[in-house]
């Protein structure tokens, strides 16, 4: 059994989900501009599912997935105690986003979804991002690198 109490772990969860978003979200609006993306909202709540990031012109959803929240098959580690609860939790995500993906194809985006881990892999996601963007239209630069710089080039960028 827990020793907290059911509101104190739902309010420490909370906290623990919000500042993973945050910093998730970060990487990734960084990882776009380096890529030389544009057009792209951060969270448009007007779009179906409120994606993370959207390209409106495109029809392009972007959802950048927590890997403990949604179930990430590669991570996944169930808590152990209240595993039902969790396991109850993440499999209603799971399914909550199939839902989404599905629908918002249905009505005609494509939908990128990235897990939280890739974001710290070798092979940037931001690739597929933009492999979407040139499926879907000539006027995404093609040849721009999408490499991560290093510290010392992010630093001379700003010369
Ligand atoms: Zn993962």
């Known amino acids: ?3 907290v109490d059911k509101e104190t772990r739902s309010r420490t969860m909370a906290a623990v989900r919000s500042t993973n978003n945050r910093s998730t979200e970060w990487k990734v609006r ?4 380096r890529a030389g993306l544009k057009g792209w909202v951060v969270r448009d709540t007007r779009v179906f599912g409120k994606p993370d990031f959207t390209f409106p012109k495109h029809n392009l959803a ?3 997935d927590g890997c403990f929240w949604h179930g990430c098959p590669k991570c996944r580690k169930t808590p ?3 595993t039902s609860y969790w396991t109850k939790k993440i499999q209603r995500n799971w399914n909550r986003d199939k839902a989404i993906t599905a629908q918002l194809r249905r009505s005609g985006w494509s939908v990128v979804r990235i897990w939280e881990h890739e974001l ?3 092979k ?3 690739r597929r991002i933009q492999t979407k963007l040139i499926g879907i239209s000539e006027l995404v630069p ?3 690198p999408i490499r991560v710089p290093t510290g010392a080039a992010c630093r001379r960028k700003g010369k």
Do not use: K
Request: with cysteine.
């Open 124 to 126: 940037p996601p931001i």
């Open 62 to 64: 972007v959802f950048v």
């Open 1 to 3: 059994m827990d020793r």
């Open 30 to 33: 960084s990882a776009l501009i």
């Open 80 to 82: 152990n105690s209240n």
């Open 120 to 122: 710290c892999s070798s």
């Open 142 to 144: 093609r040849r721009r």
